[in-house]
């Protein structure tokens, strides 16, 4: 869990609390405050996930087929008339 805390207005918390939550999700910890003091914590229930490996690294994990996605799609299309 990342213990750095971001602080943050009440008013900036009510204008983007879906992206505080997804913060949160992440792992961030963000602190609310009310006239500059200390008001809230929002804090992640679980640990945080854990980053997507690169699209190149999963890329190399797929077999190649000998055929473009092109003619491949139109193989799929056609199997379905």
């Not at 640990?47 to 994990?61: H, I, V």
């Amino acid at each position: 869990m990342d213990t750095r805390s971001k602080s943050i207005s009440i008013a900036h918390a009510k204008a983007h609390l879906s992206e505080l939550v997804s913060r949160a999700e992440s792992g961030e910890s963000i602190l609310i405050t009310r006239h500059g003091q200390p008001a809230a914590r929002l804090v992640p229930i679980r640990e945080a996930k854990q980053p997507l490996r690169s699209m190149a690294a999963f890329r190399k994990t797929i077999p190649a087929t000998g055929i473009s996605s092109i003619e491949l799609i139109r193989q799929m299309r056609d199997e379905e008339r």
